[in-house]
């Protein structure tokens, strides 16, 4: 995922008929009461919650997360990763929740912590129907330290009264697009309109749990070694290629053996496929355009000898990138620069090679960051498009003649993807449309078991005519 968002702005609120909460001049607040034990449910549900309203209120995930994990710092890992999991579960639902409340609440709530609890704990309800009373229960004891007493009834008339009708609830979410498909109303009709032949599947792989994959550093071990170590470990994998592999199950990253040790890295599979269609060579010099956070970077560098220069706007980002090679024992030339001021950072020498990973709206890896489906909007796609035509016409200059662009972005939208490309072909006559070795103009990777979405387009650069 690339870049933020051209403005973030946070979702709608609903609400409808169920229970009504305490008016502002009634609620008292509440008795003092011991602080929740840091392995209970409760906790889990707490910190979920917060995540919930942090991005509700525009703002990423994984900002979310540094906060969260700087406010409750002693979270034992159990209670950690359940929260996590509650977080990234919600997160995928989009649509779900906000329905279920619009049924289950007479007007808005007005505390986002509130509305975080609630959400999740109607998501866990839904997940672990067999612990039902148990999450209402701890619901209720998390809701009467985060709020003033009369939202502790609240969250418990919500959630007893869902539990009463579920069944129907179930029933009636089923027949909400939004709700059944857990996707933005906008996202669903524009993809129904670009991808008539499977846009339903492409939903429902976006609601799924992402793979883990790995990538070898071939220029530290081998697979054969890596493998061993897995093996070891008792982590079980199997070979996607010569320096690939998937995990059966994810695992921490700290697990992994050789991790730290820059002998693999974590890398979903689609995107492993950039440095291979680039047609790398030893010497070359290579621009990484829009460089953060480093895994194609590096992949690129494991796979040649190369003189790589690797761009990003953010100077946090850029770090990233530095942080990443010095882990895997590469280096290139890294600058915080926007790529698109190439007055800044070009010396005027061509590049023979050029990885354009442009800013997205993500959309091919809302599996993997589902905050996506809560902060985009459908006027993003255009911000995006916008931006991605002003990369391309300020990189090309760039490229030496005889030279290689690849385009990529993670998104599943045709304006960010062949249209864009079919327009900047359009408006440059040295430009070249190169098939990769299936014989097509492009490849789109879509949401599967074994990657996310990616799209990649391969352009050449002749002698102007």
């Known amino acids: 995922m690339r870049s933020s968002p051209p403005g973030n702005r946070p979702p709608r609120t609903h609400s409808k008929a169920g229970v009504r909460p305490a008016s502002p001049q009634s609620a008292q607040l509440p008795p003092q009461l011991p602080p929740l034990p840091a392995d209970s449910l409760a906790m889990a549900l707490t910190v979920a919650g917060d995540a919930i309203g942090y991005v509700r209120n525009g703002h990423a995930l994984n900002d979310g997360f540094t906060a969260l994990w700087r406010h409750y710092p002693d979270l034992p890992a159990s209670t950690r990763g359940a929260a996590q999991d509650m977080i990234y579960g919600t997160l995928r639902d989009y649509g779900r929740g906000e329905f279920l ?100 599947e492409q939903l429902l792989a976006a609601n799924t749990h992402p793979p883990m994959s790995l990538r070898i550093n071939r220029r530290r071990t081998t697979l054969a070694a890596a493998t061993t170590a897995l093996q070891t470990a008792g982590i079980a994998y199997r070979p996607l290629g010569d320096f690939s592999l998937i995990l059966d199950k994810p695992v921490p990253v700290a697990s992994l053996p050789g991790y730290a040790e820059g002998l693999l890295s974590v890398q979903d599979w689609g995107a492993q496929q950039a440095a291979a269609l680039l047609d790398l060579q030893d010497g070359q010099r290579v621009l990484d355009a829009c460089a953060a956070p480093g895994g194609k970077t590096a992949h690129m560098l494991e796979s040649a000898d190369l003189q790589l ?18 882990r895997l024992g590469l280096s290139a030339s890294v600058k915080a620069a926007d790529c698109r001021r190439t007055q800044d950072w070009w010396d005027g020498r061509p590049f023979e090679r050029i990885l354009a990973d442009v800013p997205c709206s993500a959309s091919g890896v809302a599996r993997r960051h589902p905050d996506i489906k809560w902060l985009r909007q459908a006027d993003d796609v255009a911000g995006f498009a ?26 599943i939208f045709a304006e960010e993807n062949s249209l864009q490309v079919a327009r900047f072909a359009s408006r440059h006559a040295d430009c070249q449309r190169l098939a990769f070795a299936d014989g097509q103009l492009e490849a789109r990777w879509l949401p599967g078991p074994e990657h996310d979405g990616f799209y990649f387009a391969l352009l050449q650069k002749h002698a102007a005519p």
């Open 386 to 411: 916008t931006q991605q035509a002003e990369i391309l016409d300020a990189l090309w200059p760039t490229l030496a003649v005889g030279g290689k662009m690849l385009y990529v972005t993670c998104s």
């Open 309 to 326: 220069m690797a761009l990003d706007a953010d100077p946090e980002r850029a770090q990233r990138v530095e942080t990443q090679l010095a």
């Open 101 to 200: 409340l619009s049924r289950l609440l007479q007007q808005p709530l007005t505390e986002p912590t509130i509305d975080g609890l609630l959400r999740v704990a109607l998501h866990r309800l839904e997940v672990r129907a067999d612990t039902a009373h148990t999450v209402v229960d701890q619901a209720v004891e998390a809701a009467a330290r985060i709020a003033r007493g009369g939202l502790k009834g609240l969250v418990n008339g919500v959630l007893r009264n869902a539990l009463r009708q579920w069944d129907s609830l179930m029933a009636a979410a089923e027949l909400n697009e939004e709700a059944r498909l857990r996707h933005p109303k906008w996202w669903i009709t524009r993809l129904r309109k670009s991808a008539p032949e499977n846009w339903r």
